[in-house]
């Protein structure tokens, strides 16, 4: 309670059905019932001070456990945020402190480009539990078998890293600038045999990527598994792209990937639907499946 009202917005509202609000909450149903109400003290309790629960559930484990019935996932969004936004966090602010004149340090404030990397750092809390385990090196989490995230994108739009004192002739004349793990998937369908078999998703069981010299070459030992990054529908053509790259075997390049039949569309959502991948409910299918493999 502050201020004499419920932080929780208590007594809820009758509704004789459960709806969604304006702002994305759950109202549920709560029937008006006088003769279903009890006393606490001098205040008459009802239906709409009625926690969401489960009879079944607060007997076995003797608690008070909220249960929430949701029908919308902005609503289970919010359930999950709070088990699932990470450790605390804090940003730092680090400064130079000393007996320099005040006048000196202005001076070569003006000469110093402003960095706020160098100048700020994002400082995570970690607890002594958390702590403990990692002073005796225990493993944090553990992947079996490795997971490999392939990385996707347009073409010539993809991301490079380079150094920020480099000037911009010398990142463009690298020698291996245009090289990405997508590129290379395709010089590996040309050169070897056995790959024009696989999709993309499925070359990490097979093939193995080295990021140094940026090629795919056959697995010899291990086992992987590859999952394409996520890609949001309203993204465009490169969402498109990511639905072909997990039905086409054997790609030399994008132009196979817009080709279907012989005929070279000119974007990737047109070939989608030459091959049938958009026509019925058979995308939304897909990828509520891949989530669960």
């Known amino acids: 309670m502050e201020k004499g009202e419920c932080t929780k ?7 004789s059905h459960t709806k969604i609000d304006k702002s994305g909450f759950v109202v549920y149903k709560r029937r008006v019932n006088s003769r279903a109400s009890v006393f606490k003290g001098d205040i008459e309790l009802d239906s709409r001070y009625v926690v969401p ?5 607060i007997r076995k484990y003797k608690a008070h456990i909220n249960i929430e019935w949701c029908c919308k996932t902005g609503a289970i969004k919010y359930l999950f945020k709070y088990i699932t936004k990470g450790v605390d966090r804090a940003m730092a602010l680090l400064e130079h ?10 001076k070569k404030k003006e000469h110093l480009e402003m960095d706020e990397i160098d100048r700020y750092l994002e400082c995570r809390y970690i607890s002594a539990c958390e702590a403990s385990w990692r002073l005796f090196s225990f493993h944090i989490h553990h992947n079996q078998p490795s997971v490999m995230k392939l990385t996707l994108h347009l073409p ?3 991301r ?7 000037s911009l002739e010398e990142v463009l004349s690298q020698e291996d600038i245009e090289k990405t793990m997508l590129t290379a998937y395709f010089v590996a369908n040309q050169r070897y045999e056995e790959a024009r078999e696989l999709t993309y998703i499925q ?6 990527y080295h990021s140094d010299i940026k090629t795919w070459t056959p697995r010899k030992q291990g086992t992987a598994i590859g999952r394409l990054i996520y890609v949001h529908p309203t993204a465009g053509d490169k969402y498109y792209l990511r639905i072909l790259l997990n039905v086409v075997k054997g790609a030399f390049g994008y132009d196979d990937l817009y080709t279907v039949g012989g005929t070279k569309f000119k974007e990737f959502r047109d070939a989608c639907y030459a091959r049938g991948l958009l026509d019925d409910d058979k995308e939304w299918h897909d990828a509520i499946v891949e989530p669960s493999h």
């Open 9 to 15: 917005n208590y007594p809820k509202p009758y509704s």
């Open 53 to 57: 629960h489960n009879l079944s559930i």
């Open 97 to 106: 402190t000393g007996s320099q004149d005040r006048a000196e340090l202005e």
């Open 156 to 158: 010539g739009k993809h």
């Open 160 to 166: 490079l890293v380079y150094d920020q004192d480099k």
């Open 203 to 208: 070359f990490a069981e097979h093939f193995v």
